[in-house]
């Protein structure tokens, strides 16, 4: 089983409406959780950490949930700039790391 | 200026040659990685540095090689190129393992 998995997508939405993700990940020692943003041929860039309470930034929602060990992202109001790969990010304590999920292409349309 | 910086952004070159790219920061981190990404596949860590003097093997090192030369900055070799190192190659940074890395633009490299 990999450490980290995503539904790799493409999530194709028109503007304005929500979607969410999920990514599950299968070490339950996991403490860190992030969510980064990537554009095509760019480098992954932090989009937002997830804490045990849920956050929110913005428009962007992430919520974790421990006993089913997966956590999630959610978008409101999708604007055409939020098209690009999500990725899921969970520490491996373990092996002092963090571990990459594949990415959840999202495509908004006009 | 940015955190992270990589050079070269591009390079081509040949197989059997040796290949080093170079990867400054001036975030102050200890920890720094190199990563290369595949079209359409995830991250793979290839190596990654506690310290200056605390070089670690990533899952994928085969081929490659590492320098920490200072706690700013961090180069990975190829020491004999191949076709199928033809990749994006990110170097990342971070102040402990558990806190979010944050990455350099990256350096496309092609392998004829």
Redesign the interface.
Known sequence: RKEVEQDPGPFNVPEGATVAFNCTYSNSASQSFFWYRQDCRKEPKLLMSVYSSGNEDGRFTAQLNRASQYISLLIRDSKLSDSATYLCVVNSPGFQKLVFGTGTRLLVSP | DADVTQTPRNRITKTGKRIMLECSQTKGHDRM?WYRQDPG???Q?IY?S?DVKDINK?EISDGYSVSRQAQAKFSLSLESAIPNQTA?Y?CAT?DR??????????T?LTVL
């Open positions: 990685y596949l995830g991250l860590l990654y506690f990533g994006l990110f971070s393992t558990s806190s979010p890395q944050f990455f350099g633009p990256g496309r």
